[in-house]
């Protein structure tokens, strides 16, 4: 059994970016996650501007240690997360991994 993607840590990528084979598999791992115009992307809502600044300081704890940076679109409850690699020119498994750290903060 492999390690959860929650569990891994993103490594320093360079080549192509995943197969559609490769995300449809990974995106049966993150729930809510959806490949929008390139990126590995999802919106979450909140009660308060309190709590959706408290969910991007702990998003941007999470990319600073994994090294791994989203694009984020914060508004007063709610903050749009957009992950992909540069590196690669599209997805690879580090916007996987960073999406499923995300998801252990949401639940």
């Known amino acids: ?23 449809a598999a990974l995106l049966q791992q993150v729930q809510g996650w959806a490949v929008i115009d390139g990126a590995l992307q999802q919106r979450f809502k909140f009660a308060d501007f309190r709590h959706t600044m408290a969910f991007v300081n702990a998003v941007a704890w999470i990319a600073n240690e994994q090294d791994h940076h989203p694009d984020m679109a914060v508004s007063y409850n709610q ?3 957009r ?4 590196s690669v020119n599209g997805l690879s498994i580090n916007d996987f991994i ?8 949401a639940s």
């Open 1 to 23: 059994m492999s390690t959860p993607l929650h569990l891994q840590r993103c490594q320093h990528q360079a080549g192509q970016p995943l197969s559609p084979a490769e995300l």
């Open 79 to 81: 903050c749009t997360l």
């Open 83 to 86: 992950w992909n690699t540069h």
């Open 98 to 105: 960073c999406a499923a750290r995300v998801d252990t903060l």
